[in-house]
């Protein structure tokens, strides 16, 4: 019904930028919200950023200032602009959206990630 592709992940030097992008495509009435988890090898998945149906957004400490999560509302699309990037950023990027139905059901949905890989 709903479903989520990522793209823009690769490989990137210490220092450079990537650009993230997410489409939301399916039956939806609205979406709540958009952000973006990662998961590196051996570790839990995390939030990196997410964003609400109202701009709000929000950042985990060590992302800020770094990354900017955008959306573009027409497009059913969240963005992550990551610059500075660093080998600890390596990690499969996951985006995660909260969707309202036409139904009226908030649903929650993934999309099967993309790798980033960060070198020296």
């Known amino acids: 019904q709903v479903q989520l592709v990522e793209s823009g992940g690769g490989l990137v030097q210490a220092g450079g930028s990537l650009k993230l992008s997410c489409a939301a495509s399916g039956s939806i009435f609205s979406i709540n919200t958009m952000g973006w988890y990662r998961q590196a090898p051996g570790k839990q998945r995390r939030l990196v950023a997410s964003?609400?149906?109202?701009?709000?957004?929000n950042y985990r400490d060590s992302m800020k200032g770094r990354f900017t999560i955008s959306t573009d509302n027409a497009k059913n699309t969240v963005y992550l602009q990551m610059n500075s990037l660093k080998p600890e950023d390596t990690a499969i990027y996951y985006c995660n959206a909260v969707v309202m139905r036409p139904t009226m059901r908030m649903e929650t949905y993934w999309g099967q990630g993309t790798q980033v890989t960060v070198s020296s």
């Open positions: 964003i609400t149906i109202g701009g709000s957004t």
